[in-house]
């Protein structure tokens, strides 16, 4: 299989169509060309041998310069929860009980594999809160309308009686 990205020159050099060549038309470029100085041989140094690992048993021989297992993988994969821990924390302000049940998990599947969640706990602890602040928000709303509803009912009934 040839380089793909070598020029292509043809074999035999003939001449244009309708002129004559230009000069160093089929030549190489060398000494034989007048206005270009002698280029000065360069010493050919090789590159030392490289030891190799020794074949192992069952396995295709190994090409030199390089050697199997020298790269990392491609990326490391996310710790698992973490991307359950931003849910919760997102949660946590949106549907703080859901925040709660999805940061529960994000942090048990967390702490299986020794990796620590910060935005499973931050989303854990103000789903809490914010869950405990709603649920008095609504007891207050309860007891309020609760109350103005029997003082209603009470004073209706005294003004009939009367």
């Given at each position: 299989m040839?380089?793909?990205?070598?020029?292509?020159?043809?074999?035999?050099p003939t001449p244009p169509p309708g002129g004559t060549p230009p000069p160093g038309h089929g030549q190489q470029p060398g000494p034989q060309q007048p206005g270009y100085p002698q280029q000065p041989g360069y010493p050919q140094q090789g590159y030392p041998q490289q030891q190799g690992y020794p074949q192992q048993p069952g396995y295709p021989?190994?090409?030199?310069?390089?050697?199997?297992?020298?790269?990392?993988?491609?990326?490391?994969?996310?710790?698992?929860?973490?991307i359950m821990g931003i849910i919760g924390f997102?949660?946590?302000?949106?549907?703080?009980?859901?925040?709660?049940?999805?940061?529960?998990?994000?942090?048990?599947?967390?702490?299986?594999?020794?990796?620590?969640?910060?935005?499973?706990k931050w989303g854990l602890w103000l789903s809490i809160?914010?869950?405990?602040?709603?649920?008095?928000?609504?007891?207050?709303?309860?007891?309020?309308?609760?109350?103005?509803?029997?003082?209603m009912s009470t004073s209706t009934e005294w003004s009939t009686s009367v």
């Amino acid at each position: 299989m040839s380089d793909p990205y070598q020029v292509n020159q043809p074999e035999d050099p003939t001449p244009p169509p309708g002129g004559t060549p230009p000069p160093g038309h089929g030549q190489q470029p060398g000494p034989q060309q007048p206005g270009y100085p002698q280029q000065p041989g360069y010493p050919q140094q090789g590159y030392p041998q490289q030891q190799g690992y020794p074949q192992q048993p069952g396995y295709p021989p190994q090409q030199p310069g390089y050697p199997q297992g020298a790269y990392p993988p491609a990326y490391a994969p996310d710790p698992p929860g973490k991307i359950m821990g931003i849910i919760g924390f997102v949660l946590a302000f949106v549907f703080a009980p859901a925040g709660i049940i999805v940061s529960a998990l994000a942090l048990s599947d967390s702490k299986k594999v020794g990796y620590d969640n910060v935005l499973g706990k931050w989303g854990l602890w103000l789903s809490i809160i914010f869950t405990a602040i709603g649920l008095l928000i609504l007891v207050a709303y309860l007891v309020f309308f609760i109350s103005m509803f029997g003082v209603m009912s009470t004073s209706t009934e005294w003004s009939t009686s009367v």
